[in-house]
């Protein structure tokens, strides 16, 4: 599994971005999908995750409420739309695809995409 993140950008403190992470090869249904970043001289953290279908979400308690995310394995995307940011979201974010929630909170990612820059000026 191939991960592409995509839809970063600079935005003003209040702002909202719509991140995507498309997958290509075979199995996209049977990850469970995270989302992480990293900040300049910070460590990498998770900041997001969906099952499977879709159906449970986790989200780290300084995003939760502003932060949103889904997928569609029809097209084998996931999605994370961010709003009410702050400057403290600035980070390149990452896509990440592993066999469970908990393998992602531990950093147990089977595949990780390349990051997609988030700059939030206030």
């Known amino acids: 599994v191939q991960l592409q993140a995509s839809g970063g950008g600079l935005v003003q403190a209040g702002g909202s971005l719509r991140l995507s992470c498309a997958a290509s090869?075979?199995?996209?249904?049977?990850?469970?999908m995270g989302w992480f970043r990293q900040a300049p001289g910070k460590e990498r953290e998770f900041v997001a995750g969906i099952s499977w279908g879709g159906g449970s979400t986790y989200y780290i308690d300084s995003v939760r409420g502003r932060f949103t995310n889904s997928r569609d394995n029809a097209k084998n995307t996931v999605y994370l739309q961010m709003n009410s940011l702050k400057p403290e979201d600035t980070a390149v974010y990452y896509c990440a695809a592993g066999p469970s929630l908990g393998k992602l909170l531990s950093y147990g990612v089977d595949y990780w995409g390349k990051g997609t820059q988030v700059t939030v000026s206030s």
């Open positions: 090869g075979r199995g996209f249904s049977n990850y469970y």
